[in-house]
């Protein structure tokens, strides 16, 4: 099978610190990867380079894009990879308010990236909208309101909703569940297995919270101080961690 | 252009109207392209047209027939002054008839009289960036214009229909220019839209906001819409009280006290030229008797 996403030797420096040093894995179409580590390990920034936010000092993101197949897309240039952020890729940040045009009502928010793309039509828009908040739990009726009427919780799912009605191929997430009340958390939790289940998602998740990618990850990767310092299949990792890293940090000893 | 005399013809000193001219060509060549520029003090306020001015400026001749319209009115103060400025240094002809003007500066309407090859229509623009309204980083919306990602626009339209059932912009409805450059038409009433597929040039000038935009003649203008909310070129559903016209667009005016209004073109050489040929509306009186 032909890999979605390959890195390779990923670099990022902030002057002479490590943001995250060489990188890599690969990503099969419908898998989710998980990266843990604590706070200050690397796992934005290197989520940032993989997906075009910021430009790595080195490596290589090669993408199978679906005009020219695999392409690395540091190198493309800056419209072509704009073009993959508002058509294949999608980003959830932790602050739904990096995700969201606050001054936008929902409706708005999830139609964008239909319109970005070339949807003229309002009524087909605004169904489109409807269904989606209703598959992210939003109220119909909750659609000309705007994102600073809502809860915390509702709006990262209209993030999640903004993010999915175009179908995108690959889903960047950071810290999703990030900001959130404990019940809160549970909740969108569940929203986001169901929709990555549905919809066969490919994703890479950001995380410090174990039960996260507990409940969506196939894979894992574990950061430490801007190093991979293990990957494996999830269970596998958290049931039966080799790194000493790993070990403290699942067992809870780390204040992550 | 050797005397002395000329040197400030129309204020501007040669240099930077050279300098101006140069962003109207770039911006003739790039139609709907906000072309930078050094945009100078004027001796009026900003807000009072000063890119508008500088952008005349640039133009005039002194063979020039000047036309000066505010709202379709050449008799309001911000016309008269600007008139006024550039009689005063320019001692260009200045007329109030749009046919016999080789140059019309304008502020939120374009002429009901269909303008003619040869003539120059200049706009005075508060804010040239079409995308400001849900995108206020610079950067970001200069990105948004080279790489033609306009799906904001629509954003903006669609929470109009969201909010008030249809497309409420009225005024500086924004246009996709020959396929190209999404366009802000400063703030004339959409009605005007469809005017501007014209035969004369049309120049744009933000002084402010230092930003120089071009039309040349005969290029496409497109009003951007939804397929099942189609763009509409709307104005009130009356025709004129004074000269009976139902086809201009209509200002409505408060005649009394107790609030009585009546609608009148906002374009007073149309409304004039039409009562001059014998046209009479509702409330009008011909215009013999009115002189009388
Ligand atoms: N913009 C920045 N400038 C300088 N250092 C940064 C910047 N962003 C992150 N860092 C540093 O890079 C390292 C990794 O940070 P980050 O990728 O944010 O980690 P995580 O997401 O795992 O918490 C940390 O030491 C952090 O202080
Ligand atoms: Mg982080």
């Known amino acids: ?256 | 252009m050797t005397q002395s005399g000329q040197y400030n013809f129309a204020y501007l000193d040669e240099q930077t109207k050279r300098m101006i001219r140069r962003a109207l060509l770039k911006g003739l060549a790039i139609p709907g392209y906000q072309v930078p520029f050094a945009s100078r003090e004027m001796p009026m306020p900003y807000g009072w047209g000063t890119g508008g001015v500088q952008v005349s400026a640039a133009c005039l001749t002194p063979d020039d027939r000047l036309k000066v319209i505010d709202q379709g009115a050449d008799d309001t103060t911000n016309a008269v002054s600007i008139r006024k400025f550039f009689q005063r240094t320019a001692d260009v002809a200045v007329t109030e008839d749009t046919t016999d003007a080789t140059l019309i500066q304008t502020r939120h309407r374009i002429p009901e009289t269909e303008l003619a090859e040869g003539q120059i229509l200049v706009y005075q623009v508060p804010i040239p960036e079409p995308l400001r309204f849900l995108e206020p980083r610079e950067t970001e919306t200069r990105k948004m214009h080279s790489l033609e990602e306009y799906g904001l626009m629509h954003v903006k339209l669609y929470e109009d229909i969201a909010r008030h059932g249809q497309i409420a912009t009225s005024y500086a409805y924004p246009v996709k220019v020959q396929g190209r450059y999404v366009m802000d038409p400063s703030p004339i009433p959409k009605f005007d839209n469809p005017k501007m597929e014209m035969a004369a040039i049309q120049l744009f000038g933000a002084g402010r906001e230092q930003r120089i935009y071009a039309l040349p003649p005969y290029t496409d203008v497109v009003s951007l819409d939804f397929e099942d909310h189609p763009f509409e070129a709307t104005k009130a559903n009356h025709s004129c009280a004074l000269c009976g016209a139902s086809d201009s667009y209509l200002d409505e005016v408060i005649t009394d006290d107790q609030g009585t209004r009546m609608y009148v073109c906002s374009d007073t050489d149309y409304c004039a030229t039409r009562r001059a040929q014998g046209h009479v509306g509702l409330q009008g009186v011909p215009l013999e008797d009115n002189a009388a």
């Open chain 1, 1 to 256: 099978m032909t890999p979605l996403l390959k890195v390779e030797n990923i670099n990022k420096f902030y002057g002479g610190r490590i943001g995250c040093a060489d990188v890599s894995f690969t990503l099969y179409p419908g898998e989710v990867m998980g990266i843990v580590g604590e706070s200050g390990s690397g796992k934005s920034t290197l989520l940032n380079c993989l997906a075009g936010q910021l430009e790595p000092d080195g490596g290589r993101v090669m993408f199978d894009t679906r005009a020219e197949g695999m392409k690395d897309t540091v190198s493309m240039s800056e419209p072509e990879r704009r073009m993959l952020g508002r058509t294949d890729w999608a980003f959830v940040h932790q602050n739904p308010r990096d995700g969201l045009r606050m001054g936008v009502s929902a409706g708005g928010n999830v139609g964008e990236r239909l319109m970005a793309v070339g949807a003229r039509h309002y009524g087909d828009i605004r169904g489109k909208a409807v269904d989606w908040l209703d598959r992210v739990e939003i109220a119909e009726d909750r659609v000309d309101d705007r994102p600073s009427a809502f809860s915390g919780g509702m709006q990262q799912r209209l993030q999640i909703a903004r993010n999915l009605v175009t179908g995108p191929r690959l889903v960047f997430m950071d810290e999703p569940t990030g900001g959130l009340d404990v019940s809160v958390q549970a909740r969108l939790l569940d929203l986001l297995r169901g929709l990555v289940r549905q919809m066969g998602l490919s994703a890479i998740i950001v995380t410090h919270d174990l039960a996260v990618v507990r409940l969506l990850a196939d894979r894992l990767m574990v950061m430490k101080s801007g190093h991979v310092v293990e990957t494996g299949l999830t269970d596998q990792v958290l049931d039966d961690p080799q790194h000493a890293y790993t070990q403290l940090l699942v067992s809870s000893v780390l204040q992550v």
